[in-house]
């Protein structure tokens, strides 16, 4: 999977993208459609993301999905229309081999990503694991996360930076955490979106600044990651979930398009 991602003729950036909880199939396939197709253009290689469950949410009436298999099995069926690797997440030991058996990828939640049980679980499916620092963590203690899934017999791990907690609302990207975390000689993932949320706001949703989104991009592809995260909707403000931090999907191709043309200049130096 690894060689997947890196497999751009133009060392472009990888991209996982998709909405931020599976709420049908229909709406899932449109988001890879309208991602493929400009993901072809500018030679990216995608990887559509879907939660087939949501189980983190601050409040317990919060939408959490329609069926974990009616998710999974849409999520396989955007593999094989399209052709292209899926990425979910996972949350439990038990979920990691149900969801192997239709995913690319599991995906850690950075609340969880000091969970050894988890990781190993995860790691012996022989997936790929791309892992969420926590908001807690610094930079260089996702080394131990890493090396877990390592010692568990899988060298196919990836590691997403996702924000630090800043204060009780809000989170911060630390720049210089994308270079330290790339040490660890497995790509380093910014998931944009999640960086934008404000969390633990009083009426139990979260909040979110989408009009930073190619700002908090923009940055990340200059240092040099490898991957770019993000969540994307036809309509963010009737999301499901997340929809607060959520990039339109319409505007997707633009963004990307502008991302492509910085890597390509940073290339060139």
């Known amino acids: 999977m690894i060689n997947y991602l890196k497999s751009s003729a133009t060392n472009n950036f990888f991209l996982l993208a998709g909405p931020c909880v599976i709420e049908g199939e229909q709406m899932a396939l449109e988001i890879a459609e309208k991602v493929v197709k400009v ?7 995608y990887v559509f993301k879907g939660s087939y469950r949501k189980a983190n949410r601050s409040r317990i009436d919060s939408f959490t999905g329609i069926g ?18 899926v990425v979910t997440d996972i949350h439990t030991n038990e979920e990691a081999e149900m969801a192997a058996e239709y995913v690319d990828i599991l995906q850690i939640p950075a609340f969880l990503c000091r969970q050894t049980e988890l990781l190993v679980a995860a790691a012996k499916t022989g997936k790929m694991v791309n892992i969420k620092k926590g908001q807690f963590l610094s930079p260089e203690a996702m080394s131990f996360a890493v090396q877990k899934v390592i010692d568990a017999g899988n060298s196919q791990v990836a590691i997403t930076e996702r924000g630090t907690t800043f204060g009780y609302q809000d989170l911060i990207v630390d720049y210089r955490g994308i270079p330290e975390m790339q040490k660890n000689n497995c790509p380093v993932i910014l998931d944009v979106t999640h960086s934008l949320q404000q969390p633990n706001q009083s009426a139990g949703v979260t909040g979110g600044r989408p009009d930073l989104i190619e700002t908090v991009a923009r940055a990340g592809i200059a240092v040099g990651v490898d991957g770019i995260f993000i969540e994307t909707h036809q309509n963010p403000a ?4 997340d929809g607060a931090n959520m990039l339109q999907l319409d505007k ?4 990307l398009r502008n991302l492509t043309a910085i890597r390509q200049t940073i290339n060139a130096l």
């Open 39 to 45: 993901t072809s253009e500018l030679n990216i290689p």
């Open 68 to 85: 974990d298999e009616n998710a999974l099995k849409i999520l396989r069926k955007v593999k094989e229309t399209f052709n292209i690797p």
């Open 238 to 241: 009737v999301a499901k979930s």
């Open 252 to 255: 997707l191709p633009d963004l």
